[in-house]
């Protein structure tokens, strides 16, 4: 494009905190455009970069301004002459503060009147002469979690700022920010090229920084670490063990990386190997190695930020670093696992859970109680639930866990094994924990669904009897994680296990449980599980099968698919009016109900049903009695009642059915109505003057409303 | 280069700083927890004198006494801090120029800074800055002073605190505290277990088993009303070795499980309380005096 320029502006700092350092660069990309852009600066494409040292950005922007008229506004016309049509003074006073003369102003017309404007062309300033004031502005925009000030000024930023490169093309564009002069002197490598790296052009940035040894695009960095740890590994004949949080630290604490191979002792092996990868990827930010079996290997990666004279050198250091480490773990884990699980909980009556709840040993009990009554509904044991339950929470009295929090459940699950315990009430104790965040894995088993369902019942009830229930942001027993996971199970777990739990039966048992004198109302537990629900629900994806099985489940839920349904907000709040004391059942009704929206007689119904609930709403007919035939006036009233006694009983008869079809096959039964009840509407006036007779319609209408209330309000879905 | 002994560590960074303009001054003789409680670092991050000292600092953690068992940890190690205000803008270099000058050479070890906010509850004094890695080490906290006794410190004082043990076990390359070489004489080689180790295994047993619950209640109480009385009295460097005092009672008071958790929140306000009044109180004395350090002669 002609008359456009690259800009390339970098902030080089001290070493930045990793957090966030992406989002950072782009949003003062993002910032510096739209500045640009609203200043009348045509912008292309920006990129932005960044390293522990630097943060940069790189974009096409048109060489200046564009032109544009500004325009000024003085009096109206009536202010502006006299009565013999002269310039007042303040027209005299408007003409000369715009250095035009009075004969030369224009006259447009408004709402309020005719004006005096000026009008005057302005040339667009050149782009160099807006950035030192827009780089300002977009840096003191940027969301800061605790800028910092430095030596004797004033200036406020993530880590101290040292220089200052702008640049549009080849060209030092003047600015000062920071107290930092621009130039077009970058830095190298921090150890391996200290002095000055010049940047003759904007678009040549990347590559004098790599002769500098740096890698200022992280997308590249990115892939060199990779590179570096997947040849290592594949040296040493083992896969490497990385998730994102320590990819992206890694990269973002490295400008020139590369791998050192490591070992350390195989005798650490013996500890659990959740807790040597914590250490390694934790504290150390090193690549654990596993091998063909899936197990830890007694091989690591560490990614150095430099082309060593010696890595060897290196490689003895991380080993080192790791070994006491290693060496802690090891003998916390031979004290824990030297005590038997059980033996803990005489700890856990110590450790006070919450004031007003009492200990954990409390909980455990209460948690117990639930549990035991639960296992039946699920598919567990009741007397292992119970045991697990009053297991669940002795591994916090670990030096494990108290070393590595991050491990509960986990370190509870591994002294189990080693301890021989029933391998279902190991598994259930790490696995009732999930899910930990949203998008965790949901527990699988029986036991372990058992036990993290009477859990989150506990902590909810325990919750709202100590008052601790979220105002805001504010969520201190995190109270709306624990509903949320508890819906998520309930919803989205195998219905064979979860398709028969009473949510509302059980949150009334759990609040009966909780040791303060008075105790929470299982009505509002309900109503805050099922605001949790609602965000759980409506970002599922359903999938409705065409065809309805014959036995088994009829909706399969899915993260996504091409086929999939959504359920909307109204089909929710329709389904959630009926307060369904079954989560699972919850989902039915909904896939049932979408299902439903795509019959052609849906909108008629749902609209005679709007219309139902509007008239008995206004008539104030409460009444429950099934109308009088003898007093059936018209032909379309006997029509729709006959239509309505033969459909309820179908309705009826279906909802009686198999779960996973019931409510399907009621709402096809119930379709069947859309005919008498639109030729009921057209033929019959309800609110007629005769009494008797505008009752009969009404006990009429409630009685073909009754069953779709059944499965959900109606009224409330769009139609 | 042989690897330094520890004496000849301190020596070295001792040498290093006061090259670097630092006035070298002797540890404060009191119980502290850190190079931070020293005067020359509290009390100078605040007000607008320019101050510059490098000193050795002993530092006593109670809690992580292990009866000289533990090769890693101790309940009484040495610190070697570097404070410089307002801080050269290449104080970071010069950093690295003092690993340097220990013969770590910055071309063959993995030196990297990584994130460390630093926040002290009891001295509500809080900074940014890094932990420094020596080859995934930590060796150094490095923290630019942004508050100190809940007062903004202007101009930044620049902190470095270099664990001189970590250090030297680094340097010598052995894996216990108690091997460190401290120095070669000669009638021959004295460790760090020759200096220190009965020392651990006593102040240990002192720490967790006998330490005086009662006196050191009631010593805690004592330090916080001495304190707020010198503070009022317009005294605020006695004042501030009252705060030292009790919050080294805190400490010990913490170490034998005499504070609940609920309660401890409590002490550690209880001595933050203390510290701001002190700190508010020393900047209010420096005002009054005209804040000699500004004239060019150090007060």
């Given amino acids: 494009m002609s008359g456009m320029r690259t800009l390339l502006v970098e902030v080089g700092c001290e070493e930045l905190p990793p957090k966030d350092l992406g989002q950072l660069t782009e949003c003062f990309a993002g910032e510096v455009r739209n500045r640009l852009e609203a200043a009348g600066v045509p912008c292309g494409e920006f990129e932005s970069f960044y390293t522990p040292r630097r943060l940069a950005i790189r974009g096409e922007v048109a060489e200046r301004q564009s032109d544009r008229v500004v325009e000024r506004r003085g009096p109206s016309v009536k202010a502006g002459r006299d009565a013999q049509g002269r310039p007042t003074p303040a027209l005299l006073g408007f003409a000369r503060s715009v250095g035009a003369e009075p004969e030369a102003l224009e006259v447009v017309e408004t709402e309020k009147g005719a004006f005096f404007v000026h009008r005057r062309e302005e040339p667009g300033r050149p782009v160099g002469e807006l950035l030192p004031s827009i780089l300002a502005e977009a840096l003191a925009a940027l969301p800061m979690v605790r800028p910092m000030r430095w030596g004797e000024g004033e200036h406020r930023f993530l880590r101290p700022v040292h220089w200052l490169v702008v640049l549009l093309d080849d060209e030092v564009v003047a600015a000062e920010l920071f107290g930092v002069r621009s130039g077009r002197e970058s830095r190298g490598h921090r150890f391996h090229h200290p002095q000055p790296v010049p940047i003759p052009h904007a678009k040549e940035y990347l590559d004098r920084l790599r002769e500098a040894k740096v890698l200022a695009d992280p997308k590249e960095r990115s892939e060199r670490i990779r590179e570096e740890y997947t040849q290592a590994a594949k040296n040493a004949g083992l896969s490497p063990v990385v998730n994102d949080d320590l990819l992206f630290e890694l990269e973002a604490i490295v400008e020139w990386p590369r791998a050192i191979l490591c070992s350390f002792d195989a005798a650490f092996l013996r500890v659990p190997e959740e807790v040597l990868m914590s250490t390694m990827m934790r504290n150390q930010r090193f690549i654990p190695l596993k091998n063909g079996q899936g197990r830890l290997s007694e091989r690591f990666i560490g990614i150095a930020n430099l082309d060593s004279k010696n890595p060897e050198e290196i490689r003895r250091g991380y080993e080192r670093v790791i070994r006491p480490r290693f060496a802690d773990a090891a003998f916390f884990w031979d004290q824990d696992r030297a005590v038997p699980l059980a033996a803990h909980r005489e700890a856990l009556a110590k450790v006070v859970y919450q004031q007003a709840l009492g200990t954990l040993a409390d909980k455990s009990e209460r948690v117990a109680k639930l549990a035991e009554e639960l296992a039946p509904i699920v598919g567990a044991s009741p007397e292992r639930a119970r045991e697990a339950a009053l297991l669940s929470r002795c591994d916090l009295m670990t030096r494990l866990v108290g070393e590595f929090p991050e491990l509960q459940g986990t370190i509870g699950r591994r002294i189990a094994e080693d301890q021989k315990l029933d391998p279902e009430i190991a598994e259930a104790l790490e696995a009732f924990y999930r899910p930990r965040f949203a998008g965790d894995a949901l527990p699988l088993g029986p036991l372990a669904i058992t036990l993290a369902v009477a859990d989150r019942l506990d902590t909810l009830a325990g919750g709202f009897a100590a008052g601790l229930k979220p105002t805001g942001n504010k969520d201190p027993f995190a109270l709306r994680r624990a509903a949320a996971g508890l819906a998520r199970i309930l919803v989205r777990g195998n219905p064979k296990h979860i398709g028969a739990v009473d949510l509302r039966a059980f949150l009334g048992k759990a609040a009966a449980l909780q040791p303060t004198p008075s105790k929470p109302d299982p009505e509002a537990l309900y109503d805050f599980v099922l605001e949790r629900l609602r965000s759980e629900v409506l970002s599922l994806k359903l999938e409705v099968p065409e065809a309805l099985p014959a036995d088994g489940e009829g909706i399969v839920v899915l993260e996504k698919g091409p086929e999939a349904g959504e359920i909307s907000s109204q089909t929710f709040a329709a389904v959630a009016a009926l307060r369904p004391p079954i989560l699972f059942d919850f989902l039915r009704r909904a896939a049932a109900i979408e299902a439903f929206r795509s019959d052609p007689r849906a909108e008629a119904l749902i609209q005679a049903n709007k219309r139902i609930r509007n008239i008995l709403r206004k008539a104030g007919e409460h009444t429950v009695a099934d109308p009088d035939p003898e007093r059936f006036t018209e032909e379309a009233e006997t029509i729709l009642w006959q239509e309505v006694l033969r459909i309820r009983d179908a309705a009826e008869a279906a909802l009686k059915g198999s779960p996973s079809l019931r409510y399907r096959q009621a709402l096809a039964a119930l379709a069947e109505l859309a005919g008498p009840l639109d030729r009921f509407f057209t033929e019959v006036l309800v609110m007629c003057e005769d009494e008797a007779l505008r009752r009969n319609r009404l006990a009429l209408l409630a009685a073909a409303e009754a069953p779709f209330r059944e499965i959900a309000e109606f009224s409330l879905l769009p139609g | ?299």
């Fill in chain 2, 1 to 299: 280069m042989p690897a330094p002994s520890f004496q000849e560590l301190i020596l070295a960074l001792s040498r290093y700083w006061a090259e670097q303009g630092c006035v070298l001054i002797q540890p404060l003789d009191l119980e502290v927890g850190a190079g931070t409680f020293h005067p020359a670092t509290f009390l100078r991050a605040i007000g607008p004198e320019p101050w510059h000292a490098a000193y050795v600092q002993p530092s006593r953690r109670p809690t992580d006494g292990r009866y000289g068992e533990n090769p890693n940890r101790l309940q009484r190690y040495y610190q070697f801090q570097v404070v410089m205000k307002p801080h050269p803008a290449d104080i970071l270099e010069r950093y690295f120029g003092s690993l340097e000058a220990l013969g770590i050479d910055p071309l063959v070890h993995d030196l990297r800074l990584i994130e460390d906010n630093w926040e002290s509850p009891t001295l509500g004094a809080w900074g940014l800055g890094w932990e420094v890695w020596l080859d995934g080490m930590e060796i150094t906290q490095f923290t630019y002073f942004q508050q100190a006794g809940g007062l903004e410190c202007k101009p930044v004082m620049g902190e470095i605190t270099y664990g001189l043990e970590r250090l030297a076990m680094y340097l010598q390359e052995v894996e216990s505290v108690f091997d460190i070489l401290w120095a070669e004489t000669p009638s021959g080689p004295v460790f760090y277990r020759d200096v220190y180790h009965q020392n651990e295994v006593e102040q240990s047993a002192y720490n967790f088993e006998h330490a005086d619950l009662e006196a050191l209640f009631a010593a805690f109480a004592h330090h916080e009303k001495e304190a707020i009385r010198l503070a009022e009295l317009g005294l605020p460097l006695p004042a501030y070795e009252q705060v030292c005092k009790a919050s080294h009672s805190f400490n010990l008071l913490d170490a034998r499980r005499a504070i609940s958790v609920t309660e401890r929140q409590g002490y550690i306000l209880r001595v933050r309380r203390i510290a701001q009044k002190v700190a508010e109180c020393y900047y209010a004395q420096r005002e009054r005096l005209g804040f000699p350090g500004l004239r060019g002669g150090r007060a």
